[in-house]
């Protein structure tokens, strides 16, 4: 499982439902160094700014064409490297930490920036294509899985009084 948040790409390796800590961990970049990098690409003096910075998110994980800023529309193909750099060096540290994807049937993508991920996954590593998979409501992945063991603590206390 892969979390693209806004802060961290976190990767969970398993197999049948048991967690392998040694293969798993993060990497301290993710969407909002994505943002930072198409501000500072714009102009430098943009990467402390608050609204920027959110306008920009939302421009990369919504896929537009365009973000607005100060009246100007900036088109975002032109930084779709500075983007995918950042990725790419996110994929790299989940490389070198999991190792080799091989034994890996399916690979689950989740998070606020997860299909955008997803997207650089399909196009960067098309041999993982067959086994990718995307959680359809990834924004909210974090909150049905804290529920889901919110539900099975609250069960389990039940049970034994």
Do not use: W
């Not at 998110?57 to 100060?70: F, K, P, Q, S, Y």
């Not at 790419?88 to 399916?106: I, Q």
């Not at 920036?113 to 990834?138: N, Q, Y």
């Amino acid at each position: 499982m892969v979390d693209v948040g806004s802060g961290t790409i976190d990767f969970l390796a398993a197999y049948d439902k048991v967690p392998n800590y040694g293969r798993s961990g993060a990497h301290p970049e993710s969407m909002m160094a994505c943002a930072y990098e198409v501000a500072k690409a714009i102009n430098p003096e943009l990467k402390n700014q608050y609204g920027v910075i959110q306008a920009i998110d939302l421009a990369i994980r919504d896929n537009r064409e365009t973000v607005r800023i100060g009246g100007e529309d900036y088109e975002m193909a032109r930084y779709r490297g500075a983007i995918n750099e950042v990725l790419r060096r996110g994929y790299e540290a989940m490389l070198n930490t999991v190792g080799a994807l091989n034994d890996f049937d399916n690979i689950l993508v989740c998070g606020g920036g997860g299909a955008v991920f997803f997207e650089f996954l399909r196009e960067h590593a098309p041999g993982l294509r067959r086994r990718l998979k995307m959680d359809g409501g990834s924004t909210y992945s974090n909150v049905r899985g804290f529920q889901v063991v919110a539900d099975y603590a609250a069960n389990e206390a039940y049970k034994n009084g």
